[in-house]
């Protein structure tokens, strides 16, 4: 893929983007072949993000040049890139939800005249061609996340985008969604697309590219051909440091006993996606709950949190420290000492706007039962300043808002939010989730530490491997309710994979 004599189709010299003086992208070279995927891998808080969104026209360069075909350029917003051909798909779909696939396909390019069903029958013979099974008439806030991406890869195809760049495409797919999201990848590569991929999961990267380009710390460590990597090169790279000692799937031969019985749920039912679901969960302990997609593991746990309400009639017990609870409301839960962290940190897990010492100081405020609903400076400070070290959450200050954060240092104030309440039980839906292997370490260390505290913990995880290492017992959950339950002593990923398939 290296060929010299080949004019990059896109590339950029000494890139550098500061902000507030601090560079997030330092000095990279990197170039992107004609027909060639290349992945862009790197811890949060790289520069991955911002690097692509230089190429998007979402972010302008301090300083640095960029070239098209060889040809220097400076696009200045999205719609000066897909000028220039650069589409770009982000995490967050960038759809009209309540507009049709149609509608949104020919979104800025509508003609003078515009007959819904004459771009109905257009999107539909478009959508063909690259087969595509969408429907033009459908509303996108329908679609499942598979399809919202296949409609954002048609429409940069129909703008006719010789490079589109994926911005961690995969984190809300299946499995099966996954598998034909790269066979789509494969297929714009055969129509003659270079495609740019930043993923967290390395396995992915190792999958699809043909080159790799690490980044660390906003500076470019290396670019080579995919053949040349390995998962241990790639992590070492990365972190620059052996994460060895944290190595995923690793048997453990010790589990630590089983403390208090701190929660009890008895013949749970809520609608038709739990039901008759028992379980346990003990103090000083790590209790993963593994199941598939549909399994009731986080509905479950959002009954318990007061998230969600189980069955009226019929709908089990929850039991407490041995006194049944039932709540209406999180904030009952947050008093009893319940935290759930959600799955979803950014629809569910912070206020984008706010700063970190704001997101992790209403955690506190969400405790205190009295009327106090005016924010101390001096506490939010205090309090912000005490968690960004405790988690390492790497930001400028914590003043910096929430939504400027890269994926693992906003999971970190979730995390945060839900900590400083001194919860006795704390539930983590997916914690890792679009997080990378530097952050994740992180995580399970401090997972680790808490139930080392003495806390329960439960960890709900679609991971295998990020189960088999965390947990002292293992629940495994399908259809509604809890099937097996493992020793970590005991447990293989062929026997929880079994128990949660049958």
């Known amino acids: 893929m290296s060929n010299t004599t080949v004019t990059p189709v896109l590339e950029l010299r000494r890139a550098t983007k500061n902000y507030a003086g601090v560079p997030a992208i330092e000095d990279i070279d990197f170039s992107l072949m004609p027909g060639e995927i290349h992945s862009i891998v790197g811890e949060n808080g790289a520069g991955k993000s911002t690097l692509t969104k230089v190429m998007a026209g979402v972010v302008n360069l301090s300083s640095g040049t960029m070239l098209v075909n060889g040809q220097e350029v400076n696009p200045k917003t999205p719609n000066d890139a897909l000028a220039l051909g650069i589409a770009m798909v982000f995490q967050e779909t960038s759809l009209v939800p309540t507009m049709t696939v149609a509608q949104n396909l020919f979104l800025g390019q509508e003609r003078y005249f515009n007959r819904l069903r004459g771009i109905y029958i257009e999107a539909q013979q478009f959508m063909q061609s690259l087969q595509f099974d969408v429907d033009p008439t459908a509303v996108v806030s329908l679609l499942g996340a598979a399809k919202k991406q296949m409609v954002e890869i048609a429409r940069a195809v129909l703008h006719n985008a010789t490079v589109i760049i994926f911005d961690e495409p995969t984190a809300s797919l299946t499995p099966e969604e996954k598998k034909y999201f790269f066979d789509l990848v494969i297929a714009l590569k055969a129509r003659g697309v270079s495609v740019i991929f930043i993923s967290h999961a390395i396995e992915e990267a190792l999958q699809v590219s043909d080159r790799i380009t690490i980044l660390r710390d906003g500076k470019r460590v290396v670019t080579d051909d995919k053949a040349n990597f390995d998962r241990a090169r790639i992590v070492q790279t990365m972190v620059g440091r052996d994460l060895s000692q944290t190595h995923y799937g690793q048997r453990k031969t010790t589990v630590r006993p089983q403390g208090k019985r701190v929660l009890s749920v008895q013949n749970l039912r809520m609608a038709a996606m739990v039901k008759n679901n028992s379980l346990s969960v003990f103090a000083g302990q790590i209790t993963g709950v593994f199941g598939l997609v549909g399994s009731g593991r986080t509905e479950t746990f959002k009954v318990v949190a007061g998230i969600i309400k189980r069955d009226f009639m019929h709908g089990g017990e929850v039991i407490l420290n041995d006194k049944p609870v039932r709540y209406f409301v999180p904030a009952s839960a947050v008093r009893d000492g319940i935290a759930y962290v959600t799955e979803d940190r950014k629809l569910e897990g912070f206020f984008e706007t706010k700063s970190i010492a704001d997101n992790i100081y209403l955690g506190l405020l969400a405790k205190i039962r009295s009327a106090r609903t005016f924010v101390s400076r001096q506490e939010a ?45 704390i539930i983590f839906d997916e914690p890792t989730r679009g997080v990378d292997v530097g952050a994740i370490a992180e995580i399970h260390q401090l997972i680790n530490q808490l139930a080392d505290e003495g806390k329960a913990v439960v960890v709900i995880s679609s991971y295998l491997p990020e189960i088999m290492s965390l947990s002292d017992r293992i629940l495994v959950q399908s259809m509604g309710k809890v099937v097996e339950e493992y020793s970590a002593l005991d447990a293989t990923e062929e026997k929880i994979m079994y128990a949660a398939i049958h």
């Open 381 to 425: 400070d205090k309090a912000g300043e005490h968690w960004i070290k405790r988690l390492n959450i790497r930001a400028i200050g914590k003043e910096v808002k929430a939504i400027e954060l890269s994926g693992g240092n906003q999971q970190k104030v979730v995390i945060a939010k839900s900590l400083i309440q001194e919860p006795e039980l």
